[in-house]
């Protein structure tokens, strides 16, 4: 008999949530109006600055709706009762057709979320990159009609509107440039 168990494997969290899309979306661009914004892995688009108030009227309705992911994750990962996850900072990200985000991850958080206000293009993933990918790909590239879920180094998620998605803040990633307008909202979350 054979047994099999996984790995290693790296938990990734999926939410649909109930909010007014259009009117978070006026929210965001207004303030792109006024924050000159800053330049992180962003090429071309809008990354407002860091927004640490989780009482923010653009921040809080998310976080109120996720508040199981974040128990299940702290349930999933068995962090000790004594410490809390919460909100780290948050920022928003307005991208236009052909702005991209380079690779990069979240040092100093634990996991990061990415919440999709506006986001019609198909093809603009967000692509997740196993740790130990590039050892993969040297190895299993050669043998295989195609990477899976064991073997790809990299994964890409494509982003449904109403919808965050939850993954280690360790995780390099990159976001492929869109064909649309996309608006999105970043959170790092922290243990305290």
């Known amino acids: 008999m054979i047994y099999k168990q996984e790995w290693w494997a790296e938990q990734i969290y999926f939410k649909e949530l109930k909010i007014d899309l259009l009117s978070l979306e006026e929210k965001c661009k207004e303030l792109s109006k006024t924050d000159k914004g800053r330049k992180e892995s962003n090429v071309g688009g809008w990354q407002s600055n860091e927004i ?23 349930l999933d990962f068995n962090i000790k009762k004594e410490y809390t996850l919460k909100h780290g900072n948050s920022w928003i ?11 990069h991850c979240h040092r100093g958080s634990f996991f990061s979320s990415v919440f999709y206000v506006k986001s019609k293009d198909k093809k603009a993933k967000l692509v997740l990159s196993m740790p130990s990918g ?16 064991y073997t790809s180094p990299r994964l890409g998620y494509t982003p449904q509107e109403g919808q965050i998605i939850f993954f280690p803040s360790y995780l390099l990633h990159h976001v492929l440039p869109s064909t649309e307008e996309r608006v999105s909202i970043a959170t790092n979350f922290i243990i305290t």
């Open 93 to 103: 990200n307005i991208n236009q057709p052909n702005d991209y985000n380079l690779d």
């Open 52 to 74: 640490i108030n989780p009482t923010n009227d653009i921040i809080e309705p998310i976080l109120k709706q996720c508040k199981d992911v974040l128990e299940a994750i702290t």
């Open 134 to 149: 590039h050892e993969k790909e040297c190895y299993f590239q050669d043998f295989l009609e195609e990477g899976s879920r």
